[in-house]
């Protein structure tokens, strides 16, 4: 990686926020990431599909109980060989990284539920939440790009979503029309774009483009979008708020914001994977009663990428 070198105020910040674990936190970033995909329950059992890619010859460990369908691919695979694979263009898998998974197992969406999916493609969560929903209920899945919206809709097809309605509107547009149409959501995902910190390990590029200015510019379009989430959630409805980056401009300022400003309490949400609590004050901002449940995801403590998560319910 040593673009960090080009980076000091990256390299300060981190150091701030991993302390004695920053050597750990960039050696993790430099290494190869595990091969994980998810059993695509729509279409097929996690135990039929593991059969059938141990027939292929791979090594599928299923590490996280009560989480069968998220599987790690041990052994080597050819170039392209995951993504070109029958199974994953039938749709029986999809590859996605393990803390890509999180958002949506802390939503928990039920059959029964009204879900809106505000900032969508390529569809990873999407298609994870209709089959946590078993293609029942309603799902919206929203995205503000026409080349992201074809995306997600492919990936929608293959993997035999049908309980799904795709919006192509800007995400604080869309909830303003629901606003004024009186719809509300039992659950809603804000996977919002963010600076991507948390994927250097996979991207980069991420670290190229890193600067302050962009940092604080997305920080002020999470506040806005979060802030037009509110008016369309039911009464004890939740929203989970993930970023894939570690800045708290993005992450504890934009829940904090939103906690301060509106009805909205942080719900504890617990993972089967290491996740540590909220930071509770940056610079010269002191966060939110409550940030302590937010959670941190780190590369080194479970060999994946970086994430944060907040379960937000409207009180």
């Given at each position: 990686?040593?673009?960090?070198?080009?980076?000091?105020?990256?390299?300060?910040?981190?150091?701030?926020?991993?302390?004695?674990?920053?050597?750990?936190?960039?050696?993790?970033?430099?290494?190869?990431?595990?091969?994980?995909?998810?059993?695509?329950?729509?279409?097929?059992?996690?135990?039929?599909?593991?059969?059938?890619?141990?027939?292929?010859?791979?090594?599928?460990?299923?590490?996280?109980?009560?989480?069968?369908?998220?599987?790690?691919?041990?052994?080597?695979?050819?170039?392209?060989?995951?993504?070109?694979?029958?199974?994953?263009?039938?749709?029986?898998?999809?590859?996605?990284?393990?803390?890509?998974?999180?958002?949506?197992?802390?939503?928990?969406?039920?059959?029964?539920?009204?879900?809106?999916?505000?900032?969508?493609?390529?569809?990873?969560?999407?298609?994870?939440?209709?089959?946590?929903?078993?293609n029942k209920g309603i799902l919206i899945?929203?995205?503000?790009?026409?080349?992201?919206?074809?995306?997600?809709?492919?990936?929608?097809?293959?993997?035999?979503?049908?309980?799904?309605?795709?919006?192509?509107?800007?995400?604080?547009?869309?909830?303003?029309?629901?606003?004024?149409?009186?719809?509300?959501?039992?659950?809603?995902?804000?996977?919002?774009?963010?600076?991507?910190?948390?994927?250097?390990?996979?991207?980069?590029?991420?670290?190229?483009?890193?600067?302050?200015?962009?940092?604080?510019?997305?920080?002020?379009?999470?506040?806005?979008?979060?802030?037009?989430?509110?008016?369309?959630?039911?009464?004890?409805?939740?929203?989970?708020?993930?970023?894939?980056?570690?800045?708290?401009?993005?992450?504890?300022?934009?829940?904090?914001?939103?906690?301060?400003?509106?009805?909205?309490?942080?719900?504890?949400?617990?993972?089967?994977?290491?996740?540590?609590?909220?930071?509770?004050?940056?610079?010269?901002?002191?966060?939110?009663?409550?940030?302590?449940?937010?959670?941190?995801?780190?590369?080194?403590?479970?060999?994946?990428?970086?994430?944060?998560?907040?379960?937000?319910?409207?009180?």
């Amino acid at each position: 990686m040593g673009e960090e070198k080009e980076k000091p105020l990256f390299i300060e910040r981190m150091k701030k926020l991993m302390g004695e674990e920053y050597g750990l936190f960039m050696e993790t970033n430099k290494k190869e990431p595990p091969k994980y995909i998810r059993c695509n329950t729509l279409k097929i059992s996690h135990e039929e599909l593991k059969k059938k890619l141990e027939h292929k010859g791979w090594n599928i460990i299923q590490k996280y109980k009560g989480h069968p369908e998220i599987m790690l691919i041990e052994n080597e695979l050819k170039p392209g060989e995951l993504g070109n694979s029958e199974e994953h263009k039938s749709g029986l898998y999809y590859v996605q990284e393990l803390t890509s998974m999180m958002p949506a197992l802390v939503l928990n969406p039920d059959k029964d539920d009204a879900v809106l999916d505000l900032c969508a493609s390529p569809g990873s969560k999407t298609t994870q939440m209709a089959s946590l929903m078993e293609n029942k209920g309603i799902l919206i899945a929203n995205d503000d790009d026409f080349g992201r919206i074809g995306i997600l809709n492919l990936n929608m097809e293959r993997c035999g979503v049908s309980n799904s309605i795709m919006t192509k509107e800007d995400a604080v547009q869309i909830c303003n029309n629901f606003k004024k149409l009186g719809y509300k959501f039992d659950k809603i995902l804000l996977d919002a774009s963010c600076s991507g910190e948390g994927n250097i390990r996979k991207d980069k590029e991420t670290l190229k483009r890193w600067n302050i200015k962009m940092i604080k510019k997305f920080g002020r379009i999470q506040k806005k979008m979060i802030s037009s989430v509110v008016p369309i959630m039911k009464e004890d409805g939740i929203l989970v708020y993930s970023t894939c980056t570690h800045s708290p401009e993005e992450c504890e300022s934009v829940v904090s914001f939103a906690v301060n400003n509106f009805s909205l309490k942080i719900d504890k949400a617990r993972l089967m994977i290491n996740c540590r609590k909220g930071i509770k004050e940056w610079g010269k901002e002191i966060f939110a009663e409550g940030i302590e449940n937010c959670m941190r995801i780190y590369p080194q403590d479970n060999d994946s990428e970086g994430f944060f998560i907040a379960k937000l319910r409207k009180a």
